[in-house]
């Protein structure tokens, strides 16, 4: 059964204070896995997709990777603007285009 | 990007009353999606909707309960009829873009008293 895990569920950083959100995912094929950002009481905003194995992107203070069995979401010198829940979702290649979504990580930024 | 746009934006209603939700996109997409988010958890689809065939819907979700209509590529509406207060959660549309990316709207947050 595909699946998705995410850690940890909460995080608390100090502005500057770089650190990594993890994605766990098992599925039968990956076809793509998804990061977003979701605010309180809004949709979730696409931040990147990863399609293989040693794939990164990179966009302001967010840096995502992938791995064979895994996703992080790298955070650098992060700000309080940044706190959000970040969610990860993967798609998988059963011929579907269903989305498993992870639980989320909630990130908040002190200032 | 896609930019969608829900309406409501939020509603509170009775039990046993229902709520159409009406989802509208600025261009022409395939596949539109709709979800559940209840509070605390992460998203679940209920049901697929592409427009000129029946929606396609998820274990634990059926048409009586929640049915879709998609009359054209750029909106869809969303029915949660005879409503429960285990129905309160944001609903939100989605639309498949570029790829497999998924773009999603501002969600429906709705509250059952």
């Known amino acids: 059964e595909d699946q998705v895990t995410q850690s940890p569920e909460a995080l608390r950083l100090q502005e500057g204070e770089s650190s990594s959100l993890n994605c766990s995912y098992t599925v039968s094929g990956l076809r793509g896995l998804f990061w977003y950002r979701q605010d309180p009481g809004k949709g979730p905003e696409f931040l990147f997709t990863l399609y293989s194995a040693g794939e990164e992107k990179e966009k302001e203070r967010l840096k995502a990777t992938l791995t064979k069995k895994e996703s992080f979401l790298h955070i650098t010198a992060p700000k309080p603007e940044d706190s959000a829940t970040y969610l990860c979702?993967?798609?998988?290649?059963?011929?579907?285009?269903?989305?498993?979504f992870g639980t989320g990580t909630r990130l908040k930024v002190l200032a | 990007s896609a930019v969608i746009s829900q309406k409501p934006s939020r509603d509170i209603c009775q039990r046993g009353t229902s709520l159409t939700i009406q989802c509208q996109v600025d261009?022409?997409?395939?596949?539109m999606f709709w979800y559940r988010q209840q509070p605390g958890q992460s998203l679940t689809l209920i049901a697929t909707?592409?427009?000129?065939?029946?929606?396609?819907?998820e274990s634990g979700f059926v048409i009586d309960k929640f049915p879709i209509s998609r009359p054209n590529l750029t909106f869809s509406t969303l029915t949660v009829s005879n409503m429960s207060p285990e129905d309160s959660s944001i609903y939100l549309c989605?639309?498949?873009?570029?790829?497999?990316?998924?773009?999603f709207g501002p969600g429906t947050r709705l509250t059952v008293t």
């Open positions: 909707a592409n427009q000129g065939s029946e929606a396609t819907y």
């Open positions: 979702a993967v798609h998988s290649t059963s011929g579907t285009y269903k989305y498993i």
């Open positions: 261009s022409q997409v395939t596949m």
């Open positions: 989605s639309v498949l873009h570029t790829g497999y990316e998924q773009y």
